[in-house]
Structure formats: structure tokens, C-alpha cells
């Protein structure tokens, strides 16, 4: 006998990191997101991405909260925060290193650099693997010696046990993944417990996200996140990547640009509610367009 799958519920999230307030590019995504999710019945998550110690300062944490109410965005469920999670992050950073796919690296940014005979991946340089032939004996004695290390994916191995993979964008064919072009990307940082990478993949699985919809800046990283679901079973959700918006000179929109926070527009009596409505008919205030990515 067979069974029909029942109907996937669906889950969106919207992921910020707290390294300032939110500019209307992220008011345009947390919409899309929510829209999606509830169009079809589904939920909508908020995850606060604070780990990244050096640039995630808490008072953003209120800051975004407060930013998204004022544009009527609502989130379900309970905020995922990522400080709150390092176990998992350690968890599975274990069952990597159980597999022989992540080894420390101890380079630091300025011997990256040096290696001028680095090839550029989609996301910058790519780490040349000095460290991935360092004896076991040396690695050990490193870390008991206390020297700071980030801990890498050996990509060529990790792909050769994930096989062809692939990723999922609604209405489109399979899309192949190739990881391979980013090199041994770091899966835990010196100064933060788990990367991006690592987080974002294990979180998104842990929320019972079904569709990703983020900024196309993040396109290449779907490879890797890819990736990480096959080695570790997690289920693979479907990924939308939005153009970005940029502003008058032509740049995407950033955090540094004050002029464009939710928190100035609203400071400058901007109505929330009319913006929502602008920004879901891809209305920007002046000087905002739709890039290309
Ligand atoms: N925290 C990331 C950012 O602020 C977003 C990550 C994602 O949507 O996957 O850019």
C-alpha cells in the first residue's frame, strides 16, 4: 500500500546579524519571506546570527526586533538565537572531524594573503591548504602549545563522500552544487565557535525551514550549505536568491549607510504601512533600485 506525503508545511526565516540596524534592503526580505510563508499557510521564523563576536553587539539584537514591528513584520515560534545553540555547532564539528574531513589551520590572514599564487573562488581567495598536509604530531602539539586555529574543511575529501549534489529552487531544475570551487572554506573560526557556513545549515534544519529566500550574494554559499546537509542527513531545503537593492551610487545597500535604516525612516515619519506596501510592489524610496545580483 502506498501513502500520499502529506503536504509539506511550509517555513520561512529571516536571519540577521546583529552588527547594526536593519536598512530597508533587509524590511524588503524579512516582507518577501513572511509573504511567502503566509500565502501558503505556513510559518515564518526570525534566527539572530550573533556569533561572529567582533562585530555582533546586543543592542542590535532589540534594535531589529524593533525595526521589523514598526514595518509589520511578525515572526512564529520563538526566536532562534546562535549563541544560545554552540552545543550543536559542537556536535556536529565532532562528527566532521569523526569522519577525517576538517583539520586545524593556524594560518592567519596575512599569510592567506601572501600566498600570492592563491586562485579566486566566487567568494575571494581561496585558502591555498598549507595546513592540510601538517603532520598529526605537529597539529597536536600546536594546539596543546595553545597557538589559535580555525578548523577547515578538507573539500576535496568531503565531496568525494557526498557525491553529485544537488539544490532545489522552486519551479527549476535541479541545480549542481560544486563546493569544490570555494576550497577548504573554515567550518569554526578562531574567534567564533562555528562559521556562517556551519550555523546557518544546522539552524535552518533545526527550524524546519522548507525555503530559503535570501540575497543573491549568498548564491555561491548555497554549495556549501548543500554539502553540509549530505554529510550530516539534514534536509535540504528550497533556495530563492532576491536581487539586491542598491543605492544611488550604484552600490549595494550596507549598514553603513545610515540614510536608509528602518530606524531613519521612521525617525524622518515615514508611514510604516505604506512603506510595506512600497516595498512589496518593489517601491523604493528615491535613489533605491533593484541591482543585479
Ligand atoms: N545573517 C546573514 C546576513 O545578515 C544572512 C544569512 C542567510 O540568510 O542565510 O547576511
Not at 93 to 103: E, I
Not at 124 to 148: K, N, Q, S, V
Request: aromatic share 6%; charged share 25%; proline share 7%.
Amino acid at each position: 500500500m502506498t501513502h500520499a506525503t502529506p503536504p509539506q508545511h511550509m517555513v520561512t526565516r529571516f536571519a540577521p546579524s546583529p552588527t547594526g540596524r536593519l536598512h530597508v534592503g533587509h524590511g524588503w526580505s524579512a516582507l518577501m519571506a513572511m509573504d511567502m510563508a503566509r500565502a501558503h499557510g505556513g510559518a515564518f521564523r526570525l534566527r539572530i546570527e550573533d556569533i561572529d563576536g567582533t562585530r555582533s553587539r546586543p543592542e542590535h539584537v532589540a534594535g531589529i526586533m524593533e525595526d521589523l514591528a514598526w514595518l509589520g513584520v511578525a515572526w512564529d515560534n520563538d526566536v532562534m538565537v546562535q549563541s544560545q545553540r554552540i552545543e550543536h555547532y559542537d556536535a556536529a564539528l565532532g562528527r566532521l572531524r569523526a569522519m577525517g574531513l576538517l583539520y586545524p589551520c593556524f594560518c592567519t590572514r596575512a599569510d592567506i594573503q601572501a600566498s600570492l599564487t592563491a586562485p579566486h573562488g566566487p567568494e575571494g581567495a581561496i585558502y591555498p591548504g598549507t595546513c592540510r598536509g601538517l603532520e598529526d604530531a605537529e597539529r597536536a602539539r600546536r594546539i596543546a602549545d595553545g597557538d589559535a586555529h580555525a578548523w577547515r574543511i578538507d573539500m576535496g575529501r568531503a565531496v568525494a563522500r557526498a557525491g553529485k549534489i544537488t539544490w532545489r529552487a522552486p519551479s527549476s531544475p535541479p541545480i549542481i552544487a560544486d563546493p569544490l570551487v570555494h576550497g577548504d572554506v573554515v567550518l569554526a573560526r578562531k574567534d567564533a565557535p562555528a562559521s556562517y557556513h556551519l550555523s546557518c545549515t544546522l539552524d535552518d534544519a533545526a527550524m524546519g525551514v522548507t525555503h530559503v529566500l535570501r540575497g543573491g550574494d549568498l548564491y555561491g554559499a548555497t554549495d556549501i550549505h548543500r554539502l553540509l546537509q549530505a554529510l550530516l542527513d539534514l534536509p535540504s531545503p528550497f533556495y530563492i536568491h532576491h536581487p539586491l537593492l542598491v543605492g544611488p551610487d550604484g552600490r549595494r545597500l550596507a549598514k553603513r549607510d545610515g540614510a536608509i535604516a528602518l530606524a531613519d525612516l521612521r525617525a524622518q515619519g515615514m508611514d510604516p504601512a505604506r512603506l510595506a506596501d512600497d516595498l512589496r510592489d518593489n517601491r523604493f524610496p528615491v535613489g533605491i533600485t533593484l541591482g543585479s545580483a
